[in-house]
């Protein structure tokens, strides 16, 4: 008689802590004794039945993994629709689900995950399938309902603050004769969140970044400008942290507005290009910009210890919640107090987290629109603290671990996903 | 009697160690009694007589400047031409250190500061003034003669190859359903070291990042796009490091070369999003490119521990040569040893460091022109390696300090620079 298998994969934009999620499921299921089989390449790999046996990988790999960024079993941009639109998807993916008596699903991902995990639950039960599908939260969007924050944002937020902090002093102490305003964009195309975490940086009122630009509050040029040029007038210089979901007042992405290449194509991804531009035209300041891009999302050395030890506990969490039977919840984080800092992980029904997008409280962003008020602070303080570096090897990189995913037999006939 | 000061200044681009050295400079005088004056923002400062009382920073203060980034005094982009074009601003600077009694000057720059030290002691020299002018190397160029390596340049170094580990994970768990090509351009106007430093991160044959385009090597269009795909073909991505100075056949920066603005000026200091454009365009796949800019040179975080030694190092060892009576030298780093790795300071003559740029010598790049060879890599390993991590505090950022930075009372007239 087969006891079942656990099935785990990653979805979305990995993070630099999910794979500490990865490394608390198997942890936490080993010393269950359930196996667990991981899908490669997220969903893709559960349609196709392409199928990773964890079970090949040594007790130190699994260690390793927990320091380890990136996704380590791959991860995907790819999205289930209704049941109705995709009906054959889904039932073959219960048809996967059967074939290798996977008991128990955990889906780590962000919104959408959230949903295709809550309908994977309903079909599976219209089928008369037993399977139990947890929803693991993943996202440095941090825009996930029901969750008091999501796995991945505390530690873009740090690498956010941090890098703000020390791009500053350096622009300070050459600001007397050269960069007078420096703009470095951040991730953030819907909501302001990791924009918001770089004013950590600022201890005390006046220390940088001196601006802030939202996604959540529609660009003023004239009225940017004149903050420019009064803070480099009264400071010496001017960092700005600007969200690359920036919009004009007509709502369309400045990124996209202002720069056009040589081929009459608009460019993409590159706010900060469009406003160092602007400085120059109109305010003729020497600048610089930094677009960090996937390095602030993949930052493990710098990984806030508190993300850290979160990310391992919605994994530890969703293996014991499957384990007991229950299905289409989600392990959230569920805050107790802000100082000190406590936290706890509770279940919650998918349904309330699915297709819902938390954005940053407009209580959050300061009344003039360019910093974050003292609840932000209050709340995304605590989501930083801590460090938790990686061990370092010899050659002075980190000892980060790349699998062996072997792969589990195939037992179906081929299916293939039209992209 | 008076028993004479020492003058310390920081010059030219910052590095995340440069202020290790400050600390070193300070610390070492501090136990021989030497008073130490600190010029602000360079040799403007010193021009100036805008000078800093470094006895009034605590101890703990001086502790923690050697975590710092940035310059901790300022440092500034300003070249004095020669003895002939500029003789009333050398005589200034010596009227400065008679004024202060200034028996010892270190300045901590590149090339530039390098010959301008030189051209200081000649001038003191030619009118009678005793002081003792030492310099200091730094820079994250690693382009300065003699010294095998200079302090700055391990950090970035360390950074770069840690960054493209981390995001190339990042890319090859989304590669499958997402970004295919990825590049993070780096500094690098002149030599392409840093670029090389990025090929630290690929620790087996086959390893990321792919391709490295080097500014020693004219980029052909064709050669490039091919790599790329043959590469994205054989591993699923293909990471590229490109340096910020990257030229075409013709000798033309390819960050001016390719993308216009909407107004029809040349976009400056991309040369990352122009390579995108092309593997878009011509192969159609979907990219991300990452411009770290300040954040590489001022992340201390992530400093290399064999820097920070060698800025401590340097810095201490050019208070001593000064106070020993040497004049118009450099401590410079000697390497006695790759494996293991050994090194020791020795004093070299200004002569001999001044407007002399180190290259990247040709045996370091692989004969394909995108990779760097194993002589590169005994050479580059050992300066990444080891960690040197600032404290943190509570509030999850790094102890960085900010000094007082007092200013000593002037004694000569106010002095104007046009600049």
């Known amino acids: 008689m087969s006891q079942g298998k656990l099935l785990y994969a990653q979805s979305g934009g990995v ?19 359930v196996p667990v089989l991981a899908a490669r390449n997220g969903i893709i790999g559960a349609l196709r039945e392409d199928l990773i046996d964890t079970s090949k990988e040594s007790a130190a790999a699994i260690k390793a993994l927990r320091h380890t960024p990136g996704g380590a079993f791959g991860s995907c941009r790819f999205k289930l629709k209704s049941l109705e639109q995709d009906r054959a998807r889904y039932e073959r993916l219960i048809a996967v689900l059967k074939a290798h008596d996977i008991r128990w699903f955990l889906y780590n991902g962000g919104n959408d995950s959230a949903d295709t995990s809550l309908k994977i639950s309903q079909i599976a039960r219209e089928l008369g399938y037993p399977v139990n599908v947890v929803g693991v939260p993943k996202t440095v969007d941090n825009d996930l309902a029901v969750t008091d924050c999501c796995p ?32 470095v964009e951040v991730m953030g195309r819907h909501a302001g969140w990791i924009a918001a975490a770089g004013g950590l940086a600022a201890r005390k009122a006046g220390d940088p970044p001196h601006l802030i630009l939202f996604p959540e509050v529609a660009f003023d040029e004239d ?26 007042a007509a709502g369309q992405f400045l990124a996209e507005a202002g720069t056009r290449d040589a081929f009459g194509h608009a460019q993409l991804g590159g706010v900060a290009p469009v406003l160092a531009q602007l400085v120059r035209q109109k305010l003729g300041y020497k600048y610089h910009w ?58 919650a029904p998918l349904e309330r987290v699915a297709n819902h997008e938390k954005t940053l409280p407009k209580g959050f962003i300061s009344r003039d629109g360019y910093g974050i008020t003292a609840a932000a602070r209050r709340y995304l303080e605590p989501l930083i603290r801590g460090e938790d570096p990686p061990k370092y090897l010899r050659d002075g990189l980190p000892d980060y671990v ?18």
Chains 1, 2 share one sequence.
Request: charged fraction near 25%; include cysteine; charge should be positive.
């Open 223 to 248: 009225a940017f400008l004149a903050r420019v040029k009064a803070t480099v007038e009264r400071v010496g210089y001017c960092t700005v942290v600007a969200s690359e979901g920036l919009k004009n």
């Open 290 to 347: 930094a677009l960090p891009d996937y390095l602030q999302r993949s930052a493990r050395h710098l990984a806030s210890k508190t993300d850290a030890e979160q990310a391992w506990a919605v994994g530890k969490a969703a293996v014991e919640y499957a384990l007991a039977g229950r299905n289409a919840v989600m392990p959230v984080i569920v805050r107790t107090s802000d100082a000190p800092y406590r936290w706890k992980i509770e279940p």
């Open 15 to 33: 993070t630099a802590v999910i794979n500490a999620t990865a490394a608390a499921v198997i942890d936490t299921a080993r010393r269950r004794k």
């Open 402 to 419: 790349r699998l062996g995913n072997a792969a589990v037999r195939r037992k179906l006939p081929r299916y293939e996903i039209a992209d």
């Open 152 to 183: 991945g944002f505390g530690s873009v937020a740090k690498y956010t603050a941090v890098s703000v902090a020390e791009a500053s002093l350096d622009v300070e102490s050459m600001c007397a004769s050269s960069t007078k305003v420096f703009i």
